[in-house]
């Protein structure tokens, strides 16, 4: 599928089918995880594939009960999760080295954006999933002491790939020409 076209055509996706995702695809989605860009090339993002039923409910406690991606947790028949470094990426000489402190948090972000577009390439659908009980979390999935969760994401097949498109700002209300507010589109 073309670049441009997996970006504008990506949804965030909370209803999936049952049917296996062959390891050939998994780990094509996950190579281009691990090919994601971070701080100083630190690599500090681990990747954590679920696939156990009993996994998957035990994480989907760690959601409240009022976030829609929790039936997801448990209908998709893998979950991604991302944990990540501490005290790694952004730093020098053992200390922050920007006042963005830490960089744990924009080298799993841009992991995970790379899994959720490969994922859509080859027609998976995924959703962003921030909100839960991390501390929950890394006890269930043994997340060593140093590392945090950043986030998951369902990953499976789905039926309607027209879910509601969000409505995005047009390109002259968020773009400007060498300073904030002056207008790049006139």
């Known amino acids: 599928m073309d670049f441009l076209k997996?970006?504008?055509?990506?949804?965030?996706?909370?209803?999936?089918?049952?049917?296996?995702?062959?390891?050939e695809i998994i780990l094509e989605i996950l190579e281009a995880a691990r090919r994601s860009p971070s701080w100083a090339n630190t690599q500090v993002c681990r990747f954590i594939v679920v696939k156990d039923q009993t996994v998957k409910e035990?994480?989907?406690?760690?959601?409240?009960?009022t976030n829609p991606a929790r039936r997801a947790i448990i209908d998709a028949p893998i979950i991604i999760c991302i944990a990540a470094q501490r005290e790694l990426s952004g730093y020098s000489q053992g200390k922050p080295a920007t006042d963005k402190g830490d960089w744990f948090m924009f080298d799993a972000g841009i992991a995970m954006e790379h899994i959720v577009l490969t994922a859509w390439n080859f027609g998976l659908g995924t959703v962003h999933v921030g909100l839960f009980d991390a501390p929950k979390a890394e006890e269930i999935l043994k997340i060593p002491s140093g590392y945090n969760i950043v986030e998951m994401t369902p990953l499976?097949?789905?039926?309607?790939?027209?879910?509601?498109?969000?409505?995005?700002?047009?390109?002259?209300?968020?773009?400007?020409?060498n300073t904030f507010g002056e207008p790049y589109l006139k």
């Open 6 to 23: 997996v970006i504008q055509e990506r949804r965030s996706i909370r209803k999936y089918k049952s049917d296996a995702i062959p390891d």
């Open 58 to 65: 035990t994480l989907q406690g760690t959601l409240l009960p």
């Open 156 to 177: 499976g097949y789905f039926d309607d790939p027209t879910s509601r498109q969000t409505p995005r700002k047009p390109l002259g209300e968020t773009t400007f020409l």
